[in-house]
């Protein structure tokens, strides 16, 4: 029960009086609860979809980008695996170079698209889209797993479509390396674009984040035996290749492909050697190991990074 003092002018003469009258009105109404950042389960889970499902739709509705993405990977494929085929074929008994080259473009395929999928964070924030999604009530680690989940998704379908080409390069359309060569590609592009978020969530300027990307893309993309063999290396090269942690990516994927093709044990060894510490070699499930704790490293200090005020 809410009494209201209401006042009302009656006409008197040239001027007002003004008189005073109580009246009581009954309302009926329902405070809505406080919400708190973080609160509840299923809004976590929630935001984690639609920041995943909106990535998704940023890339299906951009078709230049998708066919942009995919020049770049054909040209080093067939351009510079064909322009070096003659090399390879001098004592390998014919064998095709982009054979070789195939696991790397892929690796590259999914690099450049995971780390361009960060750069709409900084999009996001020069454009002030950034804020209206820190100030949701779920935690900034919801947004940070589907910013991941959405860019290696995206970098993942970038590189299936350059799986349908492998047949163009000597490479058999077995469904076993299919599905191993695109789990293995998820999981280097989550952690992929782990690293870009990370890089992205204290720039403000795309022109910068663009040059950090450079700075730390080429030098992952080349050291990481994509184009060539590790073997034979030098010493400061081979202490180089093993620091990248894109090598523990591109490793298993060329011998996911090696296994399904005929090539000549001492050819095999030359191509794919093993990769060791101090003359221990690495185990094949310890390199996927690392790419995944890697991953997750990044994704945690993202996550800090996203918490810190703006």
């Known amino acids: 029960m809410i009494e209201h003092e209401t006042q009302a002018p009656i006409h008197q003469g040239?001027?007002?009086k003004t008189i005073t009258t109580s009246t009581s009105v009954q309302h009926s109404f329902k405070i809505p609860e406080s919400r708190i950042a973080g609160g509840r389960l299923q809004d976590d889970l929630r935001a984690i979809g639609v920041v995943w499902r909106r990535e998704l739709i940023r890339f299906i509705r951009n078709r230049v980008r998708i066919i942009t993405a995919l020049v770049q990977p054909i040209l080093f494929l067939f351009v510079l695996g064909t322009g070096l085929s003659p090399i390879m074929r001098t004592g390998s008994h014919g064998f095709d170079f982009k054979t070789f080259l195939f696991p790397g473009i892929l690796g590259m395929t999914v690099l450049f698209t995971a780390m361009f999928s960060a750069v709409s964070i900084v999009w996001d924030r020069e454009f002030g889209f950034m804020r209206e999604m820190l100030v949701a009530p779920v935690r900034r680690a919801s947004l940070v797993i589907g910013k991941c989940a959405g860019g290696a998704t995206v970098a993942t379908i970038q590189g299936a479509i350059i799986i349908v080409l492998a047949g163009l390069v000597g490479v058999p359309y077995s469904p076993v390396l299919i599905i191993t060569l695109l789990a293995e590609m998820a999981l280097t592009a989550f952690g992929v674009t782990a690293l870009g978020v990370t890089v992205a969530a204290r720039i403000s300027q795309v022109e910068s984040f663009q040059f950090v990307m450079q700075l730390l893309v080429l030098p992952m993309f080349f050291l990481s035996g994509a184009v060539?063999?590790?073997?034979?290396?030098?010493?400061?090269?081979?202490?180089?290749t093993?620091?990248?942690?894109?090598?523990?990516?591109?490793a298993p994927m060329r011998s996911a492909v090696f296994e399904h093709i005929k090539i000549s044990p001492s050819l095999l060894k030359t191509l794919t050697p093993p990769i060791t510490w101090d003359g221990w070699r690495v185990p094949l499930g310890l390199e996927l190991g690392l790419i995944a704790i890697a991953a997750v490293a990044l994704l945690l200090i993202a996550v800090i990074q996203f918490s810190r005020p703006e």
């Open 14 to 16: 040239e001027g007002y």
């Open 228 to 240: 060539f063999p590790l073997a034979d290396l030098p010493q400061w090269l081979e202490v180089l």
């Open 242 to 250: 093993r620091i990248d942690p894109l090598t523990y990516a591109i």
